[in-house]
């Protein structure tokens, strides 16, 4: 994006690799004042991932964040070891079942719906 200025769904997949940075971490994984400084953290590949962090989840951030899109985690052709099947089948989705996920209740604990709905 930042050099062609074209999304695809290798965006999105870019994309995904900062929400999981941010939801394990706690913060984006590109920050500057600026947006240019912004733009060549993310150019220079200028990453920094906390040493706490599982291995499956650097390891999907680490391709996910991938800078050339045809080489990132999901992007790839079908067959291809970094097609969307990769991704689904990564470590970091370990016990997922895509199939029927879509069937299955947010892994949220109840305590946390008590706060929305027995508001009196």
Not at 45 to 62: A, H, K, S
Not at 84 to 104: M, S, V, W
Not at 106 to 114: F, G, H, I, T
Request: glycine share 6%; proline share 9%.
């Amino acid at each position: 994006m930042l050099s062609d200025n074209v999304s695809s769904p290798a965006s999105d997949l870019w994309a995904l690799g900062c929400i999981i940075y941010q939801c394990r971490v706690g913060e984006v994984p590109f920050r500057g004042q600026f947006d240019y400084e912004v733009f060549k953290k993310i150019s220079d590949r200028e990453l920094t991932i906390p040493n706490e962090l599982e291995p499956e989840c650097v390891d999907i951030i680490d391709h996910l964040l991938q800078p050339d899109p045809k080489l990132r985690l999901g992007a790839g052709p079908p067959g291809s070891e970094n097609d969307f099947e990769a991704l689904k089948n990564h470590a970091f989705f370990k016990g997922i079942n895509f199939r029927t996920l879509h069937q299955t209740a947010p892994p949220v604990p109840a305590e946390r719906y008590s706060v929305y709905f027995n508001k009196k």
